[in-house]
Nanobody, 115 residues
Framework: VQLQASGGGLVQAGGSLRLSCAAS????????VTWYRQAPGKERELVAHLPSDGSAVYADFVKGRFTVSGDNAKNTVDLQMNNLKPEDTADYYC??????????WGKGTLVTVSS
C-alpha cells in the first residue's frame, strides 16, 4: 500500500489550498485516514482525522478553516485549507489505518504560507 499527498505550494496568508491523499488501493479498505503536519524543528501534529463513519475530528488550531473529506470517484481523501496562516507552514502528510491496526504512511507535500 502506498500513500501520496499532493497539492502543496506557496500561498499568501488568507489564501486557500486543497491537498489530496491518494492511495494505491481503495480507501474503502481503511477504517480511518488522518492528516498530519510537521514544521521544521517542531513535533508532528494531528490536523484532521476522518474515520470511515465520516465523523471528522479536527485539531483546535484548524477548526473552522480546514475540512477533510473523502472523494470516492477519485479515491482520495482531501484536505481543504482556507484562511491559511503563516503558522500553517509545514510538511503535510496522510496516514491510513486498516481494520487490522496496520498504519500506512505517505510522503508529504510542503505548504508554505507567506505573511
Amino acid at each position: 500500500v502506498q500513500l501520496q499527498a499532493s497539492g502543496g505550494g506557496l500561498v499568501q496568508a488568507g489564501g486557500s489550498l486543497r491537498l489530496s491523499c491518494a492511495a494505491s488501493v481503495s480507501f474503502n479498505g481503511f477504517i480511518a485516514v488522518t492528516w498530519y503536519r510537521q514544521a521544521p524543528g517542531k513535533e508532528r501534529e494531528l490536523v484532521a482525522h476522518l474515520p470511515s463513519d465520516g465523523s471528522a475530528v479536527y485539531a483546535d488550531f484548524v477548526k473552522g478553516r480546514f475540512t477533510v473529506s473523502g472523494d470516492n470517484a477519485k479515491n482520495t481523501v482531501d484536505l481543504q485549507m482556507n484562511n491559511l496562516k503563516p503558522e500553517d507552514t509545514a510538511d503535510y502528510y496522510c496516514s491510513a489505518r486498516n481494520s487490522y491496526g496496520v498504519f500506512y504512511w505517505g510522503k508529504g507535500t510542503l505548504v508554505t504560507v507567506s505573511s
